[in-house]
């Protein structure tokens, strides 16, 4: 698995380029990744949502604000709606050691 992340990794350049990949694969591959994630959340719930191993590339608070804020749009979820979720359904977000959660 590591192999295969990898050699995506090597496909993308770091920082990202705009017009790298045709936003419609981009979308793609994030709604690939948040139902990914979402299974495995699942199932490993206290986990953060990135990796904190030293050389895994990670996101900036101001892509994920990006990220998330473009999810909740499309998806037509208030802030209000998502925080009720998660104090009724239970799902309390781990937090890294700085106690800010992922």
């Known amino acids: 698995m590591t192999d295969r992340i990898e050699d ?18 981009v979308q793609q591959l994030l709604a690939l990744a948040v139902r990914h994630y979402a299974a495995a959340a699942d199932v490993h719930a206290a986990e953060p949502a990135f990796p904190d191993e030293p050389g895994t590339p990670g996101v900036t608070a101001t892509e994920a604000v990006i990220a998330v804020s473009g999810i909740l749009k499309q998806l037509n979820i208030e802030l209000f709606e998502l925080a ?11 937090t890294n050691e700085a106690g800010a959660t992922s």
């Not at 350049?13 to 419609?24: R, T, W």
């Not at 998660?86 to 781990?94: E, F, I, M, N, S």
Request: zero cysteines; glycine letters at 6%.
């Open 8 to 25: 995506v990794r090597a496909l993308l350049a770091d920082p990202p380029q705009v017009g790298e990949l045709p936003l419609p694969v």
């Open 84 to 94: 009720m979720w998660q104090t009724r359904a239970g799902h309390d977000l781990p």
